[in-house]
């Protein structure tokens, strides 16, 4: 069974500083990486992806690949009261039509 | 804003009874899916389409079906709703050529009583 974690949190960090989220991957092979953010009672909203060749910076968010450990990471620096959010990593296994979700992790940053 | 909407938003129903729940896009892309979301579960995929007429079943599509008889519409069935079904449905689209990046309607929150 192809499996995506993630710690539930809630992770708390105070603004202005670096926001670190992880999650781990059970499928060697997979090929991209996904972040959605979610805001309570809204849908999923796709913020950052990356193959498995690199690593991807965007603003004040960096996602990171770690593909010896079978883990992703996003970073957020400068974190404002805006991002406390559900952050939801996805993985693309290689199948063309699905994903596979971790349950997301609660952030809230605190002003 | 990729032109997905979902009706009806808020339903509440009784045990038994059939409920169909519609998804509808404005640009014409051939790949949708139904999720339902829970607590501690994240998003898991309910049924799937690459195309019209073209459905499959993802990981927890037993008492649901969808039909697909336009490109712009997909609709999720419960066939014989249950509490455990319970829950917030979303419908995604993924544009061609781009593995993994989905876009999600609103969603809609359903309750079985």
């Known amino acids: 069974q192809k499996e995506v974690e993630q710690n539930s949190g809630p992770l708390s960090v105070p603004e202005g500083a670096i926001a670190s989220l992880n999650c781990t991957y059970s499928d060697r092979g997979s090929q991209s990486f996904f972040w959605y953010r979610q805001y309570s009672g809204k849908s999923p909203e796709l913020i950052m992806f990356?193959?498995s060749n690199g690593d991807k910076e965007d603003g004040r968010f960096t996602a990171q690949l770690n593909k010896a450990s079978q883990y992703v990471s996003l970073l957020i620096r400068d974190s404002q009261p805006s991002d406390s959010a559900t952050y939801l990593c996805?993985?693309?296994?290689?199948?063309?039509?699905?994903?596979?979700w971790g349950a997301g992790t609660k952030l809230i940053i605190k002003p | 804003d990729a032109g997905i909407t979902q009706s009806p938003r808020h339903k509440v129903t009784e045990t038994g009874t059939p409920v169909t729940l519609r998804c509808h896009q404005t640009e014409n892309h051939r790949y949708m899916y139904w999720y339902r979301q829970d607590p501690g579960h994240g998003l898991r995929l309910i049924h799937y389409s690459y195309g019209v007429k073209d459905t499959d079943k993802g990981e927890v599509s037993d008492g649901y079906s969808v039909s697909r008889s336009k490109t712009e519409d997909f609709l999720l069935t419960l066939e014989s709703a249950t509490s455990s079904q319970t829950s917030v449905y979303f419908c995604a689209i993924r544009p061609s050529g781009r593995a993994g990046e989905q876009f999600f309607g609103p969603g809609t929150r359903l309750t079985v009583l």
């Open positions: 996805a993985v693309n296994p290689g199948s063309n039509y699905q994903l596979i």
């Open positions: 990356i193959y």
